[in-house]
Nanobody, 121 residues
Framework: EVQLVEAGGGLVQAGGSLRLSCVAS?????????IAWFRQAPGKEREGVSC????????YLTAPVKGRFIISSDNAENTVYLHMNSLKPEDSATYYC?????????????WGQGTQVTVSR
């Protein structure tokens, strides 16, 4: 079974940067899966942030983070990174990575445990 482990969260001041990582194992391959990042703040619904399809050659960012976040992959290490720049307090949330067949799907098959990001004013 695919396993995902996130890391890299923490406390940062507004305008700062963080890099989140998502390490996949347990039979994961980029040929079979895409990796997406989601976030959820207390009292709010989970929202999609970004997705990368190494197989399809696509990388996607949602509007709230476009121009500030970058998604990348290290294929040899089965790792996906979310580079977060110009962070805002509204970016504070628990960030999860998930694996699925395509970036277009609504429900993803496998999830990590999440990593907390807090952006102070």
């Amino acid at each position: 079974e695919v396993q995902l482990v996130e890391a890299g969260g923490g406390l940062v001041q507004a305008g700062g940067s963080l890099r989140l990582s998502c390490v996949a194992s347990g039979g994961f391959t980029f040929d079979d899966y895409v990796i997406a990042w989601f976030r959820q703040a207390p009292g709010k619904e989970r929202e999609g942030v970004s997705c990368i399809s190494v197989r399809g050659g696509g990388a996607y960012l949602t509007a709230p983070v476009k121009g500030r976040f970058i998604i990348s992959s290290d294929n040899a290490e089965n790792t996906v990174y979310l580079h977060m720049n110009s962070l805002k307090p509204e970016d504070s949330a628990t960030y999860y990575c998930a694996a699925g067949a395509t970036c277009a799907q609504v429900e993803f098959d496998y999830w990590g445990q999440g990593t907390q990001v807090t952006v102070s004013r």
